[in-house]
C-alpha cells in the first residue's frame, strides 16, 4: 500500500520474514480485502478463503500467527 517499496522491503528485512511481501502499487488486492493498515497480514485457506485478517503489528503477534497456520496446515 506504501507508496515507496523500499519502506516494505526495509521493514521486512528489518522483521526478517522469510515469505513473499506483496507490493500493492494498485491497491487491488488492498480493495480487494478491504486492507487499510500497514502492515496488514491475511491468511488464506487451500480452498481461497480469507481465514485470519491481522491489521497492524505488535511484537507477539507471530505467535497467533503461527497458531492459526498449524491450524490450516492441519485441515
Not at 506504501?2 to 480493495?31: C, H, I, T, Y
Not at 502492515?39 to 478463503?49: H, Q
Not at 497492524?56 to 497467533?64: I, R, W
Amino acid at each position: 500500500m506504501d507508496e515507496n517499496p523500499a519502506n516494505a522491503v526495509g521493514v521486512s528485512s528489518k522483521l526478517g520474514v522469510q515469505f513473499p511481501v506483496l507490493f500493492d502499487k494498485d491497491q487491488r488486492v488492498s480493495r480487494l480485502y478491504d486492507l487499510s493498515t500497514m502492515p496488514s497480514t491475511v491468511l488464506i485457506d487451500r480452498d481461497g478463503r480469507v481465514r485470519y485478517i491481522h491489521l497492524g503489528y505488535k511484537d507477539g503477534f507471530e505467535d497467533a500467527y503461527d497458531k492459526q497456520i498449524a491450524e490450516l496446515l492441519r485441515e
